[in-house]
């Protein structure tokens, strides 16, 4: 399968605990996206790389939310002391810079916090 | 800001029924106009798109047409089967500071039924 892999698909923590998600994206795309689903919601957008470069966060991304991508290819998010309002569907997608708005979405990794 | 209203679900059709999913947007600028589906259990997936006005985008036997005039994109499908049963999300993107960070609106569940 060469779609967009995401893992873990479900999540279960306790408040306070550190959570990394890793996305793989499909091998050609250069652009990689962080997005957030609650329930009831849309994606809400987080973050996007292109290459390994990090060009833009937006306001919901608090400072306990790291992403990273080291070699321009696979992408972690890393949330550190979780909070309940932190339980929902995080979405990974990946596109080509060329892209007017396809993106491939992953599965999703649902992270539960109690 | 930029936003986007889709009408809420669920809406349960027989099928061979015709669909209409009313979409309308708000934006500072000139979107790019999109509709993603989500069948049970699978990512997002595009399922058409509409870049300028009067543009109409189709797919599968859905279309929607990009009404700059009303600022809406409407998805309709003149005869729905079971295998539709999914969650629709309307989208824009502005493209605008690069990237593809595309608003969502909340998704319209859609139950097809014998």
């Known amino acids: 399968d060469t779609g967009v892999s995401q893992d873990p698909r479900h999540k279960i923590t306790k408040r306070g605990q550190n959570v990394t998600f890793r996305c793989d994206p499909i091998s050609e795309h250069n652009r990689l996206y962080w997005y957030r689903q609650t329930l009831g919601q849309g994606p809400e957008f987080l973050t996007y790389?292109?290459?390994?470069?990090?060009?833009?966060k937006s306001r919901l991304l608090s400072d306990r939310f790291s992403a990273e991508r080291p070699k321009g290819s696979f992408s972690t998010l890393e949330i550190q002391r979780t909070e309940q309002g932190d339980s929902a569907m995080y979405l990974c997608?990946?596109?080509?810079?060329?892209?007017?708005?396809?993106?491939?979405f992953g599965e999703g990794s649902r992270l539960t916090v109690l | 800001g930029n936003s986007v209203t889709q009408m809420e679900g669920p809406v349960t059709l027989s099928e061979e029924a015709f669909l209409t999913i009313n979409c309308t947007y708000t934006a500072t600028g000139y979107p790019s106009l999109f509709w993603y589906v989500q069948y049970p259990g699978e990512g997002l997936q595009l399922l058409l798109k509409?870049?300028?006005?009067?543009d109409k985008g189709s797919n599968k036997g859905f279309e929607a047409t990009y009404r700059k005039e009303t600022t809406s994109f409407h998805l309709e499908k003149g005869s729905v089967q079971v295998s539709d049963s999914a969650v629709y999300f309307c989208a824009l993107n502005l493209l605008t500071g690069g990237g593809n960070k595309l608003t969502f609106g909340t998704g319209t569940q859609l139950k097809v039924e014998l």
């Open positions: 997608a990946s596109s080509l810079a060329t892209s007017t708005g396809e993106l491939f």
């Open positions: 509409a870049t300028k006005a009067d």
């Open positions: 790389f292109q290459n390994e470069a990090q060009l833009e």
